[in-house]
């Protein structure tokens, strides 16, 4: 039997049509369901932030993230387990996003 533990996923995204259904579709072949999700413009502007938590095994998990970062419009996928605090890595990222633009 698989072990099942809660993850987050912080995905930064250009904005596009139709990418939450893509999103959802990588999950939904994975046989995931989303726990909670919510989805808003980033600090940098045309970057969109998607939260997502899941109950999943690590491995569906890591495989979910590897997926995720191969669409296209994906810019940074971070996935960690609830108890990890990802909140630097975050901060590095969205600082190093405004400095190229």
Do not use: W
């Amino acid at each position: 039997m698989e072990d099942f533990q809660e993850f987050a996923f912080v995905i930064f995204t250009e904005n596009q049509p139709g990418l939450l259904g893509r999103i959802a579709a990588v999950l939904a072949r994975l046989n995931l369901c989303i726990d909670e999700l919510h989805i808003h413009a980033s600090e940098v502007p045309g970057v969109h932030q998607y939260n997502i938590r899941l109950r999943s095994s690590r491995e569906k998990a890591e495989r979910a993230r590897a997926q995720l970062h191969k669409l296209v419009e994906v810019l940074k996928v971070f996935m960690h387990e609830e108890s990890h605090d990802c909140s630097e890595e975050l901060r590095r990222f969205l600082a190093d996003t405004r400095l190229h633009q």
